[in-house]
């Protein structure tokens, strides 16, 4: 009889840690996809600035007359 409730505490755990690792896999999935967005943002912005310093750089800082 204690043999038999032991295996049903046992089993309770393995079923309370099974349901938590998948919640925790679905977490890490979410956070990962969170991240991959995140990382395309900031490259998509790293490229728009590089690409507004360039024409900045064009209208602004044009080479001065070179002297004779």
């Given at each position: 009889?204690?043999?038999?409730?032991?295996?049903?505490?046992?089993?309770?755990?393995?079923?309370?840690?099974?349901?938590?690792?998948?919640?925790?896999?679905v977490n890490y999935e979410a956070a990962r996809n969170e991240?991959?967005?995140?990382?395309?943002?900031?490259?998509d912005i790293r490229s728009e600035a590089t690409q507004t310093?360039?024409?900045?750089?064009?209208?602004?800082?044009?080479?001065?007359?070179?002297?004779?």
């Open positions: 009889e204690d043999q038999q409730a032991a295996n049903r505490e046992l089993m309770e755990a393995n079923t309370r840690l099974e349901g938590e690792l998948k919640m925790l896999s991240l991959d967005a995140f990382k395309k943002a900031l490259h310093s360039g024409r900045v750089r064009q209208r602004y800082f044009k080479p001065a007359p070179a002297k004779a």
